[in-house]
């Protein structure tokens, strides 16, 4: 494959990093970092970009841990990418997995002639920033320029090898998005179908056309991992496997039954052993109350 190797200096100029973020809440910190873009004339229409970022993180945050942020829209500008990064020392609530406040927000719009390109944007940005010496260095640049020099180390590949990355939420999101439409009723078709479409411009192809084909076939296409089994067809993954599925974001497929894996969320499995005590509990009540039957017959009866 045709792979053009470049750096985030390509996309990114000192002039796009707001190094002090004035703003201490989300909305307003996107708002300042479009406004910039529009001032270096590298958006065009801030308010349709504004809706779709707000859209995208009303649907999932977009928050990576750590600090981090990746705020992003597909919307028709000039160019074909526009990028912004905006620190905050004192943090922002981004409504995080890991709860913490996002210290460095990297702001990215792309025109939808490139559909593709958030994902091999943000593999490169992924593999960097997965390091903790790399957050390191970035937390603490002491200036703009410092932190554009550690910034253009991060290396992209265009277009991506075909590796399926960090789309596994996302996936399930849809599926779940996509079983809700069958069945809802017409006043929440709409924005369902909305949901649905934002989700599916930023997957790519090959993996919505499985996506789909096992949609059709089975009526679903995801299955979670459990303790180390598919809960699709109960067979055990490779423990290797079963251990990358829950540290990471990424997508695998089920070697048995061919359906993508993800893992389970935490709260879920916890519900659901919460859910199954208390199935057990009646049972284990209504035992005793036979014994206890049983029991008060052996004692003589009172006259
Ligand atoms: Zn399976």
């Known amino acids: 494959m045709n792979l053009r190797e470049t750096t985030f200096g390509e996309f990114l100029k000192p002039s796009q990093i707001i190094f002090d973020l004035k703003s201490r809440d989300k909305l307003e910190a996107i708002e300042e970092l479009l406004d910039s873009l529009v001032r270096l004339k590298l958006i065009n229409n801030k308010n349709l970009t504004l809706t779709r970022i ?12 750590h600090g981090l942020a990746v705020p992003h829209a597909r919307v028709d500008t000039e160019g074909q990418i526009a990028v912004a990064v905006g620190r905050s020392a004192e943090g922002i609530d981004f409504d995080a997995p890991d709860g913490q406040p996002v210290r460095l927000i990297i702001l990215v719009v792309w025109n939808p002639s490139l559909p593709g390109l958030f994902n091999h944007l943000f593999a490169g940005l992924a593999s960097f920033l997965i390091k903790p010496e790399n957050r390191f260095r970035l937390f603490n640049s002491r200036d703009k320029e410092e932190l554009h020099a550690v910034l253009s180390e991060i290396r992209f590949s265009f277009p991506r090898e075909d590796k399926i990355i960090n789309r596994a939420s996302l996936l399930k999101k849809l599926q779940d998005i996509e079983i809700r439409i069958r069945r809802a009723p017409k006043d929440r ?10 989700i599916r411009e930023e997957l790519d192809q090959s993996l919505l056309a499985r996506f789909d084909l096992l949609m059709d076939r089975y009526g679903y296409a995801v ?3 459990v303790d180390g089994v598919c809960r699709s067809c109960n067979m055990s993954v490779s423990t290797q496997m079963a251990s990358a599925i829950e540290e990471s974001n990424d997508i695998y497929v089920c070697e048995n039954c061919g359906k993508y894996l993800v ?26 109350a036979v014994k206890a039957k049983e029991a008060g017959k052996k004692k003589p009866a009172r006259k």
């Open 54 to 65: 707000v859209d995208r993180e009303n649907l999932e945050s977009t928050a990576l841990g």
């Open 189 to 198: 078709l709409e924005e369902l179908q909305k949901h649905r479409n934002l």
């Open 223 to 225: 299955a979670e991992v």
């Open 263 to 288: 893992a389970a969320r935490k709260e879920k499995i916890a519900r659901e052993k919460v859910e199954k005590a208390r199935k057990e509990k009646p049972a284990a009540q209504a035992e005793k």
